[in-house]
C-alpha cells in the first residue's frame, strides 16, 4: 500500500493494493472499493519524479509486502499520476493499513520517501470509491496485459443521481446491441470529492485500441433505440454539472505488482536496462 507520510505516527495519506486482499494477486472481476491518490507533478519534473516514485515498490519488496498497485500517467489535462488499488471492501483496506502501520521498518522508509516526494509534487488529492456493477458493462480486463486507460469524471447535479443512471443503463443497453466487446467499469466517489461524482474506467492493451473504442461509441449512438436517446438527451440537459475525459499510461516502474504479474509480459514489466553508450576517446588533432 502505498502510502505518503507526514510523521512515522501521523499517516494522513494512502493508495492501497492493487490486490483485492492480503496476499492475492490483481483482481479478476471488478472490486468493490478503490482508494485513489491523484499527484499534480510539476512542470518539468515529471521524469524525476518517476523514478523517485520507484523508490516505494523497492521499499515493498524487501520488506516482502504482500499488497501492490498500478500506477497511471496522464497523456492528456493535467500532468499527474493516478495511483489506484482496488479492493474487496472498506474492511479489507482498513486491514492492510493496520498491517502495514506495525511495520516499523516500512514506516521509516515510507516517511523518508514521502518527505522527498514532496520535490516533484504540487499538490495531491485522495479519493475513496465504491463500484456501481449496475452501471458498468462488458468483461473485467486482464490489467496485467493493459497499457493504457481513459477515465471520465462525471459530474451530476445534486438530486439527479437516478437520470444518470437510467442514462449509464441506456447506454449499456444500446452498447449491447452495437457493440458487445466494449467494457468499462463505473464507480461512485464516496469521499474526497463533491456529491455526485462518478469515475468510468476503460483499459486497452494498446493505444490503437482507442480507434476500435471510437468506433464502437459511434456504432452505439447510431443504434440507440427512442426510450434509450430520452435517457440519455434527459441526463445531459437536466443532470450534468460537467464530464471530463482524459488518457492514462501504465507506469510499471511507479507500479508494484505481483509476481505472476510480472511474469506475463517481463519486457514491459521488468524491462533490461539499457546498455551503456560506449565511451569514445576525443584524438587529438596531428
Do not use: C
Request: overall charge neutral; cysteine-free.
Amino acid at each position: 500500500m502505498r502510502r505518503i507520510v507526514l510523521s512515522s505516527s501521523a499517516l494522513v495519506l494512502s493508495v492501497a493494493a492493487a490486490g483485492t486482499a492480503h496476499a492475492q494477486g490483481m483482481p479478476t472481476t471488478q472490486p468493490k472499493f478503490l482508494q485513489i491518490v491523484r499527484e499534480q507533478v510539476k512542470v518539468g519534473r515529471a521524469e524525476e519524479h518517476s523514478k523517485w516514485e520507484a523508490g516505494w515498490p523497492a521499499a515493498y519488496a524487501k520488506v516482502k509486502n504482500a499488497a501492490s498497485y498500478i500506477a497511471l500517467t496522464s497523456l492528456t489535462g493535467p500532468q499527474e499520476v493516478w495511483f489506484v488499488s482496488p479492493y474487496a471492501s472498506q474492511a479489507a483496506y482498513g486491514d492492510e493499513m493496520a498491517r502495514e502501520d506495525a511495520d516499523s521498518t516500512l514506516q521509516a522508509e515510507l516517511e523518508r520517501l514521502s518527505r522527498g516526494d514532496a520535490e516533484f509534487v504540487s499538490e495531491s488529492t485522495q479519493l475513496h470509491a465504491l463500484a456501481r456493477p449496475d452501471l458498468s458493462y462488458g468483461s473485467f480486463p486482464d490489467i496485467a496485459m493493459m497499457r493504457f486507460w481513459e477515465i471520465t469524471t462525471f459530474r451530476v447535479k445534486p438530486g439527479h443521481d437516478e437520470e444518470f443512471a437510467a442514462a449509464a443503463k441506456a447506454y449499456a443497453s444500446a452498447s449491447a446491441r452495437s457493440a458487445p466487446n466494449a467494457s468499462w467499469r463505473t464507480y461512485e466517489v464516496v469521499a474526497g470529492a463533491p456529491g455526485g461524482t462518478f469515475l468510468v474506467f476503460s483499459s486497452f492493451g494498446a493505444f490503437a485500441d482507442f480507434d476500435k473504442a471510437s468506433a464502437e461509441g459511434e456504432a452505439t449512438w447510431k443504434g440507440v433505440t427512442f426510450d434509450e436517446r430520452t435517457a440519455l438527451q434527459k441526463f445531459s440537459s437536466d443532470g450534468t454539472v460537467n464530464t471530463v475525459t482524459n488518457r492514462y499510461r501504465l507506469d510499471p516502474a511507479m507500479s508494484f505488482v505481483p509476481a505472476e504479474t510480472r511474469q506475463k509480459d517481463p519486457a514491459f514489466w521488468k524491462p533490461k536496462p539499457a546498455p551503456a553508450a560506449a565511451k569514445t576517446a576525443a584524438k587529438k588533432p596531428s
